[in-house]
């Protein structure tokens, strides 16, 4: 049976649940791309009917950083709990399942194949289609689990790993315009507050580096440090922090010299230094996903009578200052703002289980135990999303008369 006519007779096969509700798909998200296990069960409606998340963070702040192997041994030693304990929590069985969706790319290789290994065991075990999901496609269509929006609409992904800005058409058409070409936001805050020290302090000791950032940065004055324009020069969307983040390390290192600070000592002035390096951030973000705007109207990309909307997603989207600076740019480029709760943000199960359920409803990516593709389906370390429109965006040439934030 192909697998398009498998998705059609399966969801065609409505089940009586034995709580009252009559549901005809369910299916189970598996995530374990960088370091937090997650799985959860969604219904078509976006209803999350149990989930579980191993977090890896307070490890990885230990070691100071994310060590692939020993992601991969904490996503081994939990996986089988966490896709328990959704399941359970869910109250549902296996059989019940349409199918079981997993993270395939991109991410860490060796944490990957973990959670594509652990879905496709269970899809052979208990006979249930398949399907490969790309880590950042579902990050983008989270919110639609949460609220009506049409396609097509922006997307921005900002994260530990990546970030991105695309125009999402449909559940599997992307059209990208602007990428990270280092560091990634999250990566630069998470590295800035590890050289800041800020785990140290006890106030700070559990959050993510882009989190402690975000605390210890309300006590600041954003323009205390200043900061360059990255990427000034280039008329893309596409994303610099790494000068960002030596700046802030230059500034580190006069701040440490000047004032003999001493290796279990902070800076003075960590605050302001903290809120003028996310201000730099935000800025940065905000021009791109400006010009990202003006080159979607000029290609006339978006329906010009409906409302536009701008979706901000992944780890760093939980950031309230720079939520608030995109914003205004929104307000000003006549936008509606749309972010998913911070738990939907960062990675978890729930995501991957929701863009199964639309790649599912759509009939496309669904894969039958049975069939050869199965056995060919694996991990992708690094993978782009969607038709790549950067050079277009670039030849387009567009000069942006900067929304001035107000901070
Ligand atoms: O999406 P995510 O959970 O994992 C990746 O796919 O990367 O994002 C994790 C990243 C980390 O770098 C973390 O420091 C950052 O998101 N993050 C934040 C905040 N909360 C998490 N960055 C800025 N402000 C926050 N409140
Ligand atoms: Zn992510």
């Known amino acids: 049976m192909n697998s398009r006519l498998f998705s059609l007779t399966k969801s065609l096969s409505r089940r009586r649940f034995h709580h009252t509700a009559v549901r005809t798909n369910v299916i189970m998200g598996i995530e374990t791309s960088c370091d937090d296990t997650g799985c959860a069960i969604v219904d078509s409606s976006g209803n999350i009917l149990g989930e579980c998340l191993n977090s890896q963070q307070q490890v990885h702040i230990n070691h100071g950083g994310i060590m692939p192997p020993v992601a991969k041994e904490l996503h081994e030693q939990h996986i089988e709990r966490v896709v328990n304990e959704a399941l359970m929590s869910s109250k549902l069985k296996f059989k019940e399942l349409n199918a079981i969706a997993a993270t395939v790319k991109p991410g860490l290789p060796m944490s990957l194949l973990v959670g594509m290994g652990y879905g496709k065991k269970l899809a052979r075990e208990h006979n249930k289609p398949f399907i490969p999901i790309h880590h950042m496609e579902a990050h983008a269509l989270t919110i639609r689990m949460i609220e009506k929006v049409k396609f097509p609409f922006l997307v921005l992904l900002i994260s530990g790993g990546h970030c991105l800005l695309n125009l999402v058409q449909d559940v599997d058409k992307f059209l990208l315009l602007g990428q990270s070409l280092d560091d990634a936001p999250g990566e630069a805050l998470d590295k800035f507050a590890r050289r800041m020290k800020l785990h140290i302090l006890q106030e700070y000791s559990s959050m993510s580096g882009g989190r402690a950032v ?53 800076v003075p002035k960590m605050e302001d230094l903290c809120a003028s390096f996310q201000l730099s951030i935000a800025r940065h973000i905000c021009h791109r996903v400006q010009r990202a705007m003006e080159y979607v109207s000029l290609r006339e990309l978006l329906p010009p009578d409906e409302e536009k909307t701008l979706v901000v997603s992944g780890g760093v989207a939980c950031n309230k200052f720079i939520r608030g600076c995109v914003e205004q740019v929104c307000l000003e480029m006549g936008y509606r703002l749309l972010a998913p709760p911070p738990h939907l943000c960062t990675d978890n199960g729930a995501m991957i289980a929701w863009n199964g359920m639309e790649r599912w409803k759509a009939g496309k990516g669904v894969i039958d135990p049975s069939s050869p593709e199965f056995d060919e389906v694996d991990i992708q370390g690094r993978c782009i999303l969607g038709e790549d429109m950067r050079e277009d965006v670039a030849e387009a040439n567009i000069k942006c008369k900067w929304v001035k934030l107000k901070i």
Do not use: W
């Not at 324009?229 to 010299?257: P, Q, W």
């Open 214 to 266: 975000e605390v210890a940065a309300t006590k600041g004055d954003p323009n205390a440090f200043e900061f360059p324009m990255s990427l000034a020069h280039y008329r893309d969307c596409n994303f610099s922090v790494a000068g960002l983040k030596n700046t802030a390390r230059k500034y580190i290192l006069k701040l440490e010299k000047t004032h003999e600070v001493e290796p279990d000592q902070i």
